[in-house]
DNA sequence: CTTATTCCCTGATTGC
DNA sequence: TGCAATCAGGGAATAA
């Protein structure tokens, strides 16, 4: 499932692709699902015909495409989306949902079997700031921030983490790798976490997510990048998946549960609290 | 306001 | 071997 690192894998293999493409036409597929919650296929079609797309940004998950009328064509990869690059002659791909023809004979797609991703068009360049908290690559993410939002959170580590109003693009894996390297219990009470921890938490956040970028993501259910290969990370993953294998610290078999519904790997003796 | 739970969806895996 | 139950989880909606 594409977190962070994998949505900037993605964007960095499309951009060679896209960036200064015109959109010439775009086909929808299975037209009655939640692709559609907001909006019918023509109002895409008003705001993306003949617009040519100037740059491809991320803010935590979501892929802003940034076109020449200044909207932006959001996406969200949720659990399975991915994106294709193909020749716009090229036959339907299987669970293919939307296809973007550019004047070249390429075409850019959006492939989705669990049906999750969505697609919007915002005229608001800032309307996911006021959604999502800062990415948490970016500076904005510190511990001073965090900080301010975990001293008022009585839920565990492990539900703020996954909050994006805290740490925009942090999901399930990078949580649980998080806590990891930065020996913190992924049930601990956020806001009994001391300011050593905290600190130490934000920069583990930063640092596991750069590793895996420069690894390309990481493949464990399905991920698959641009070009339908798999990322590396999976080979440098610490605990996420690894039930009952030793802990890289400390050898101790490594503990699963279940906290907010969402499957959590973590060392029983690195992560007392 | 907060936090927890349910739901959406389909392929892979597990269990009997 | 076969079929049903379970699992995977981001985020919207809903409940408490």
Redesign the pocket.
């Known amino acids: 499932?594409p977190?962070l690192p994998e949505v900037e894998t993605i964007i960095r293999d499309l951009k060679p692709s896209v960036i200064g493409q015109e959109i010439k036409s775009l086909k929808i597929f299975d037209g009655s699902?939640?692709l559609f919650l907001k909006n019918n296929l023509s109002f895409f079609h008003k705001y993306l015909i003949g617009q040519t797309i100037r740059d491809i940004n991320r803010h935590?998950?979501?892929i802003i495409f940034c076109l020449s009328s200044l909207s932006n064509f959001v996406v969200?990869l949720?659990?399975t989306g991915s994106f294709t690059i193909l020749h716009t002659n090229a036959p339907v791909v299987p669970y293919e949902k939307l296809r973007i023809n550019f004047c070249t004979n390429l075409s850019m797609s959006l492939i989705d079997?669990?049906?999750?991703a969505t697609i919007d068009i915002s005229n608001d360049a800032n309307f996911l700031v006021s959604?999502l908290g800062p990415d948490a690559i970016s500076r904005g993410f510190n511990a001073k921030f965090l900080q301010s939002k975990f001293i008022?959170?009585?839920?565990?580590v492990k539900?703020a983490l996954?909050d994006?109003k805290i740490a925009a693009g942090v999901?399930?894996?990078y949580a649980d790798e998080a806590c990891w390297a930065a020996n913190i219990n992924p049930l601990s009470r956020a806001s009994l976490l001391n300011l050593d921890q905290i600190e130490l938490l934000c920069k583990s956040i930063k640092l596991v997510l750069r590793e895996s970028i420069s690894n390309r993501g990481t493949t464990i259910?399905n991920y698959k990048d641009v070009l339908g290969n798999s990322g590396y990370h999976q080979t440098r993953v610490a605990v996420?998946g690894r039930l009952d294998k030793p802990c890289f610290k400390c050898k101790t078999k490594i503990s699963?549960i279940?906290v907010?519904?969402?499957?959590t790997y973590f060392c029983p003796k690195c992560q007392k609290n």
């Open positions: 499932m977190e699902n939640r935590g998950k979501y969200h949720r659990m079997i669990r049906k999750f959604k008022k959170r009585n839920s565990s539900s996954l994006q999901g399930n894996i259910n996420y699963k279940k907010v519904g969402r499957a």
